[in-house]
């Protein structure tokens, strides 16, 4: 089982914003340690889209956003494109587990 | 880049050994992780090795099957995997690490290697 816990999908329409959970504990996410976010598209390695709760990046849009606040975070897509599809992970870190991600979330547009 | 090598069917018990080349930044100065991907599951943190190799650490799942070690003359990475299991069928990427205070994180993967354990 995931240690951070994310919504299995979600979707949206063209142009339109989706906002994308994490939730984890107070050893992880809780305890202070940062949010980062990952994008998947198929059949590719996951790519560092969000690092440290709320940075970009190089070469990533800003219609993608992190904020974090106790023990979740999230991510904002706004003006979704087709292009965006994809699974989106968040990961952190853990006292006692060292890396431990979000089990993802397939964004449909 | 990164990019893996050494993936294959093997049956039950056996071993295998990934490989990671990394070319286009200072392999010395960055730790290294292996991070594998079951098929159609999550993301899961398999290993951590320090840019000296005086510092690694396991997934406890795997410990004890799974041996990291890097070779910075080479720029190259590895994971020696031994008594294979069904349930480490997965593709394994490696990912270079970013130390920060508030935690770690991978800056750029490699495009994985799909490791099948089957009879």
């Known amino acids: 089982q995931p240690v951070l816990t994310q919504p299995p999908s979600v979707s949206g329409a063209p142009g339109q914003s989706v906002t994308i959970s994490c939730t984890g504990s107070s050893s992880n996410i809780g305890a202070g340690y940062a949010v980062h976010w990952y994008q998947q598209l198929p059949g590719t390695a996951p790519k560092l889209l969000i690092y440290l709760n709320t940075n970009r990046p190089s070469g990533v849009p800003d219609r993608f956003s992190g904020s974090k606040s106790g023990t979740s975070a999230s991510l904002a897509i706004t003006g979704l494109q087709a292009e965006d599809e994809a699974d989106y992970f968040c990961q952190s870190y853990d006292r006692s587990l060292n890396a431990v991600f979000g089990g993802g979330t397939k964004l449909t547009v | 880049q990164l990019v893996e090598s050494g993936g294959g069917l093997v049956k039950p018990g056996g071993s295998l050994r990934l490989s990671c080349a990394a070319s286009g930044f200072t392999f010395n100065s960055y730790g290294m992780n292996w991070v594998r991907q079951a098929p159609g599951k999550g993301l899961e943190w398999v290993s951590f090795i320090s840019a000296s190799s005086n510092y690694i650490s396991y997934t406890e799942s795997l410990r004890g099957r799974i041996t990291i070690s890097r070779d910075n003359a080479k720029n190259s990475l590895y994971l020696q995997m031994n008594s294979l299991r069904a349930e480490d069928t997965a593709v394994y990427f490696c990912?270079?690490?970013?130390?920060?205070?508030?935690?770690?994180?991978?800056?750029?993967w490699g495009q994985g290697a799909l490791v099948t354990v089957s009879s």
């Open positions: 990912a270079r690490d970013r130390q920060e205070y508030l935690g770690t994180y991978f800056d750029l």
